[in-house]
């Protein structure tokens, strides 16, 4: 019989509901060749290879993935108010100068670590021109042809369409663009399809205005999209360097969507077919990064633009082939989609484990249309639910998506909206806990708790890390990413506040945190249903370096859902007498008593009165954390300064009615 590997014991964990264990232990043999197998899927180059792919792909010019700006019915039938908001914000921007960006303003990253003022110019002349775009088709008068034209043609003009944050792609390294050696990051990707998409749905009006704009943006995106693309093979994003393999993450399928869109818009036909085969190798590395149970590690923000993107990858292979390429009913890319409502706590709110807001403002339409394809309502109407809390003239941030949010709103606005709130979820892939009291409601506790590791991609520093929301608002909170700067992605990540274990609700440990790399990780994971609600135990002793002087540190947490609480058991044994603290995250007041805390209108914590209750204000000052959590947090510190070398600690969350 194979060797029950700690890999094959994950690939039995990431089964998402509770007959996943079970079968784990029923059929060991079944699992080793599953863990095996799953390391190299090969979903899609495996079914599909050039010879294929040319019998089916629809010649470029036969293909039509949403209506041109001459086909003036669809577009005059867009909801009255989308129509209306849309051509409101562009007009707006008519006539006014475009804004500037300056070679210091690129080199302020490398200067001076910030991203955020050349990102928020550049980025901001990509919306202008995606407004005046959808205007424009949607007016169908040529009133924004002139200001489109200047759009194109000062993008076109840019030395590079990236991010100086992303320059350590090129050979020369950060600071300015290498004119000699395009690479392509995320936001040269997402500029090459906003100017593809431009050319289709424009290039015969900007034709009249002059035949070299549609010519200048096709040898653009030649130049500095698809030719890269086609010819190397080291961007590590795409997981095709044999000598330099390294995991990939949501760059993979968001790169990909956008280089698919350009090459299926503009390569040769003789070309198309391998270009697309590359591009299916290279999804491939993404599908195959993933534990079955479909579970993001970047958390639900960046589902967005992981499994959100593997979508985008998916309808223009399904739309471009008549549906010929379809692999929709395959159980991971399934798995993948159903994710997002898996970790969706209410309204806005997602447990935001690892580099996520707490907030998300999910792709609504794409997610919809990820539900369509697998067949899973529950899906559709988390998308449904996700356009209706936004404004009603709110669109996606980047042109593919537009466009499909506007086709498909008034088809959401009429579809069932009511998110499924599921009652409880195991991704034993990523160790994730979601459940709360009731299916289907935010009333009364939710709890979410992670085991996993800290080398995960867009990690922080929390294993054993919990939070808790009270009827759908925040309690105990994960605080999420500051603002990113060139600290964030560097050796000094760790450095920042918000990615220390200290600053999540983690045991700080004779005064040491959680350290940094896989193997920090969690033991001995178990997750159990009981009679009362969902428990889940671990050890986390691992995740602490040698100066805490722990050999044993367990977790559980049950969620009784009869009482409404929450029950957070700790049990440990040092390396003789210390210190101990246990740290909770709050954005509600806390006040203290003997043996208890009180978070203001949300939840009462009960604890021993031998631990001293420590509480900290901390004023948030970086806007992103603000977005969420507003002016103010909290830290509580429960501190036992001189604890046993063996002991436990009992909390017992209950709600605040």
């Given at each position: 019989m194979p060797k029950l590997t700690r890999r094959t014991l994950l690939a039995a964990a990431s089964l998402p509901w509770t007959a996943g264990a079970e079968a784990a232990l029923a059929a060991p043999e079944a699992l080793a060749r599953s863990a095996q197998e799953s390391a190299d899927r090969r979903i899609l180059a495996g079914s599909w290879d050039e010879r294929r792919i040319a019998e089916?792909?629809?010649?470029?010019?036969?293909?039509?993935?949403?209506?041109?700006?001459?086909?003036?019915?669809?577009?005059?039938?867009?909801?009255?108010?989308?129509?209306?908001?849309?051509?409101?914000?562009?007009?707006?921007?008519?006539?006014?100068?475009?804004?500037?960006?300056?070679?210091?303003?690129?080199?302020?990253?490398?200067?001076?670590?910030?991203?955020?003022?050349?990102?928020?110019?550049?980025?901001?002349?990509?919306?202008r021109l995606r407004d005046l775009v959808l205007a424009e088709c949607i007016e169908g008068q040529g009133r924004y042809l002139d200001d489109i034209l200047n759009g194109v043609w000062l993008l076109c003009e840019e030395t590079w369409w990236g991010v100086p944050a992303h320059l350590n792609l090129q050979k020369a390294g950060t600071g300015l663009p290498d004119v000699e050696e395009p690479v392509v990051d995320l936001f040269a990707a997402e500029t090459g399809s906003l100017l593809a998409w431009t050319w289709w749905l424009l290039?015969?009006?900007?034709?009249?205005?002059?035949?070299?704009?549609?010519?200048?943006?096709?040898?653009e995106i030649e130049r500095r999209i698809l030719a890269p693309c086609r010819e190397r093979v080291d961007f590590w994003w795409m997981g095709l360097d044999p000598q330099h393999r390294r995991e990939v993450n949501n760059w993979n399928p968001w790169i990909n969507s956008n280089w698919l869109t350009c090459a299926l818009l503009m390569e040769p036909e003789e070309r198309r077919p391998a270009v697309v085969h590359k591009i299916l190798r290279s999804l491939d590395s993404f599908l195959d990064s993933y534990h079955d149970d479909g579970g993001c590690d970047e958390g639900p923000g960046y589902w967005n633009r992981a499994g959100a993107s593997l979508l985008d990858c998916l309808e223009l292979l399904r739309a471009a082939t008549r549906g010929k390429i379809d692999v929709y009913s395959n159980p991971l890319v399934k798995e993948i989609g159903r994710y997002i409502y898996r970790v969706h706590i209410a309204g806005a709110w997602?447990?935001?484990?690892?580099?996520?807001?707490?907030?998300?403002?999910?792709?609504?339409?794409?997610?919809?249309?990820?539900?369509?394809?697998?067949?899973?309502?529950?899906?559709?109407?988390?998308?449904?639910?996700?356009?209706?809390?936004?404004?009603r003239g709110d669109v996606e941030e980047s042109m593919g998506r537009d466009l499909r949010t506007l086709f498909l709103a008034e088809e959401m606005r009429d579809a069932d909206s009511r998110p499924p709130l599921v009652g409880e979820a195991w991704l034993g892939g990523v160790q994730v806990l979601a459940a709360r009291r009731q299916e289907g409601s935010v009333q009364g506790l939710y709890l979410?708790?992670?085991?996993?590791?800290?080398?995960?991609?867009?990690?922080?520093?929390?294993?054993?890390?919990?939070?808790?929301?009270?009827d759908g608002q925040p309690a105990i909170i994960d605080l999420g990413p500051e603002t990113y700067s060139a600290k964030t992605f560097s050796a000094q990540r760790y450095e920042i506040w918000t990615m220390?274990?200290?600053?999540?609700?983690?045991?700080?440990?004779?005064?040491?945190?959680?350290?940094?790399?896989?193997?920090?990780t969690a033991r001995d994971v178990a997750?159990?249903?009981?009679?009362?609600?969902?428990?889940?135990?671990?050890?986390?002793?691992?995740?602490?370096?040698?100066?805490?002087?722990?050999?044993?540190?367990?977790?559980?947490?049950?969620?009784?859902?009869?009482?409404?609480?929450?029950?957070?058991?700790?049990r440990w044994a040092l390396q003789g007498r210390g210190r101990i603290e246990l740290v909770l995250m709050t954005v509600a007041e806390p006040a203290a008593s003997?043996?208890?805390?009180?978070?203001?209108?949300?939840?009462?914590?009960?604890?021993?009165?031998?631990?001293?209750?420590?509480?900290?204000?901390?004023?948030?000052?970086?806007?992103?954390?603000?977005?969420?959590?507003?002016?103010?947090?909290?830290?509580?510190?429960?501190?036992?300064?001189?604890?046993?070398?063996?002991?436990?600690?009992?909390?017992?969350?209950?709600?605040?009615?």
């Open positions: 089916v792909l629809i010649p470029a010019a036969q293909w039509p993935p949403f209506p041109r700006y001459a086909q003036r019915g669809p577009w005059q039938a867009l909801p009255a108010d989308l129509r209306e908001t849309t051509m409101r914000n562009a007009q707006r921007l008519l006539g006014k100068a475009w804004n500037s960006l300056p070679a210091t303003l690129e080199l302020e990253y490398s200067r001076n670590g910030n991203r955020s003022r050349y990102e928020a110019e550049s980025f901001g002349r990509r919306k290039g015969e009006q900007l034709a009249k205005l002059s035949p070299l704009a549609p010519k200048r943006m096709r040898v997602y447990i935001n484990f690892a580099d996520a807001p707490a907030k998300v403002s999910l792709s609504a339409a794409t997610t919809y249309v990820y539900g369509q394809r697998i067949g899973d309502p529950k899906l559709t109407a988390q998308g449904a639910f996700s356009l209706a809390l936004r404004d979410a708790a992670q085991g996993g590791h800290n080398g995960e991609s867009h990690n922080h520093n929390d294993v054993g890390n919990f939070i808790v929301y009270a220390r274990s200290a600053y999540h609700n983690c045991p700080l440990i004779n005064g040491v945190e959680q350290s940094a790399g896989r193997e920090f997750y159990r249903p009981t009679p009362a609600g969902p428990e889940l135990q671990m050890d986390i002793a691992a995740a602490y370096p040698p100066q805490a002087r722990v050999q044993k540190w367990e977790r559980r947490w049950l969620l009784d859902r009869g009482k409404n609480t929450i029950t957070l058991e700790d003997p043996g208890m805390v009180s978070l203001k209108n949300r939840a009462l914590i009960e604890h021993d009165p031998a631990w001293k209750a420590v509480i900290e204000p901390i004023d948030v000052s970086d806007a992103r954390l603000r977005d969420s959590w507003g002016n103010r947090v909290w830290r509580v510190r429960l501190t036992q300064p001189d604890a046993p070398e063996r002991g436990k600690s009992t909390l017992l969350i209950s709600q605040i009615s």
